[in-house]
């Protein structure tokens, strides 16, 4: 028999209290919130899956108060409950949009529904990964249990819990050491109950000196045994948040499915609508029609003009950005956008942006539901681009950083975007930085560095 990992780690597990597997079960949620909390606090992809799920479960989040000072879960949380909070608020927001929308039609038809937040398409991470363990370990115990010494090691253990015993019982009836693992399970029920009644009976008070320790503590071994341990087997409530979001889950990729397919727009019918817009928000994988940019500068140069957004993925030419970010846009770093562009006039008007490779030219297709699309997109920014100057302060070239005195920030750690090509520069030169903030890092990706002058040559 090959004895992995877990045979090891339950043979540890049968020398504490209770049911092994919930013991090693906690352990796995402990271990998996201690590493993602020391470790993946600003990652991005465990930020983004967070998002999704809207955090952990209830039980797996109590855990984390527990976790010891290194992890800082007191920062960690913050931070995690601070995306949850913010993708609330805007949910929120769009919820009482479309509340209002229907009040009319609420008040003729009291049972139209005006839809969901959609606030959790995800399983509780924690538990999804605890999960694979759990399997792993029962698979584990029923392959073992034949083994002399492990065996013998169990039978010295309480033995596992019954709502685990079913969980194997489910998965391994057919597995050959299953009859013994029956047999087991029904030989500890057997001596709980045998204790549990002389309990029962020692109440009696001329019996109840006669109570022994084990006797006395017999009805907590069987609150475990009989529903493991406290938080690793759901309550009936059904609370559940997950099922009624996962139906109307969408991927961006889809969204051109959702396109009126006759309904265009011509370029002349847009830049009238946006003349009137407050807010304009554009997707960009490609840069914008020549015309379009030209329009949209021109507008952002009046005294009164719109809020223009762009997100952008995959435009590398910072020369393009810089374009966008001086023609007064707020330029930020989206990822997992759709193939097309999209422009948003609001939140209610919504375009595809088609292009033709062949001819060159573009047309525009609105969005049946905008509204929707919007707010899926919403979440696909994890960073801005900032215009900074300031400064060099030092220099690492072993990590190929510097750090610069930015007016108005203490200090700012900056890389290159390509920096095994590029020069770091010299410490005390003024310099101007456009960069990527990206909000998984501290460290600024630069994608231009232009030097203003030495700190020497800077007037008195
Ligand atoms: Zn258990
Ligand atoms: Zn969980």
């Known amino acids: 028999m090959d004895k992995g990992h877990s045979y090891f780690e339950l043979l540890d597990a049968f020398k504490g209290s209770g049911c092994p597997i919930c013991t090693l079960v906690l352990k796995d949620s402990r271990r ?21 799920s809207f955090g952990f479960c209830s039980w797996h989040t109590w855990q984390i108060p527990s976790l010891p000072p290194i992890c800082s879960p007191s920062t960690g949380y913050s931070i995690f409950a ?18 209002k929308e229907k009040r009319g039609l609420l008040s003729l038809f ?38 002399e010494q492990f065996l013998e090691a169990y039978r010295a253990s309480q033995g596992i819990c019954l709502p685990h015993f079913f969980l194997l019982e489910k998965n391994y009836s057919a597995h050959p050491n299953f009859p013994l693992l029956l047999e087991l399970q029904t030989a500890k029920s057997g001596s ?37 341990k406290p938080g690793v087997f759901t309550n009936e409530m059904g609370h559940g948040l997950l099922e009624k979001s996962r139906k109307e889950k969408i991927s961006p990729e889809k969204i051109s499915l959702a396109l009126a397919p006759f309904d265009k727009l011509t370029f002349e019918e847009l830049i009238d609508e946006v003349k009137t817009s407050k807010e304009i928000t554009l997707y960009l994988k490609r840069p914008l029609p020549a015309f379009l940019f030209k329009e949209l500068r021109e507008l952002n140069s009046r005294e009164v003009h719109p809020k223009i957004e762009v997100v952008v993925e995959g435009l590398s030419d910072s020369r393009y950005l810089g374009s966008l970010h001086s023609a007064g846009f707020s330029i930020f770093y989206g990822l997992g956008l759709p193939s097309q562009s999209f422009i948003f006039l609001g939140r209610n008007r919504g ?17 049946k539901e905008p509204e929707d699309v919007y707010f899926r997109l919403l979440w696909r920014r994890f960073g801005v681009a900032v215009l900074l100057s300031g400064s060099i302060r030092e220099t690492d070239k072993d990590k190929r950083i510097f750090c610069l005195i930015a007016e108005g920030r203490r200090q700012q750690w900056c890389r290159f975007k390509d920096a095994d090509t590029k020069e770091l520069p010299e410490v005390g030169t003024h310099v101007e930085v456009f960069a990527w903030e990206k909000w998984n890092t501290h460290i600024l990706e630069v994608l231009e560095l232009r030097v203003l002058e030495a700190e020497g040559q800077r007037a008195p």
């Open 192 to 228: 709980l109950r045998t204790t549990l009644e002389e309990f029962i009976r020692k109440q009696d008070h001329r019996f109840q000196k006669e109570v022994t320790q084990a006797e006395a503590k017999a009805w907590k071994v069987a609150m475990e045994f009989v529903a493991g």
């Open 82 to 99: 601070s995306d949850l909070l913010r993708k609330f608020n805007s949910l929120a927001q769009e919820f009482t949009l479309k509340l």
């Open 32 to 52: 998996y919130l201690d590493h993602l909390l020391y470790e993946s606090v600003l990652d991005l992809p465990t930020r983004v899956e967070l998002i999704g």
């Open 351 to 367: 375009f595809l942006l088609e292009s033709h490779q062949l001819s060159g030219g573009h047309n525009l297709r609105p969005i």
């Open 110 to 147: 009291a049972k139209i529904s005006p839809g969901s937040l959609h606030i959790k398409d995800k399983a509780c991470p924690a538990c999804h990964h605890v999960a694979q363990f759990e399997s792993y370990h029962l698979n584990a115990l029923a392959d073992s249990i034949g083994d």
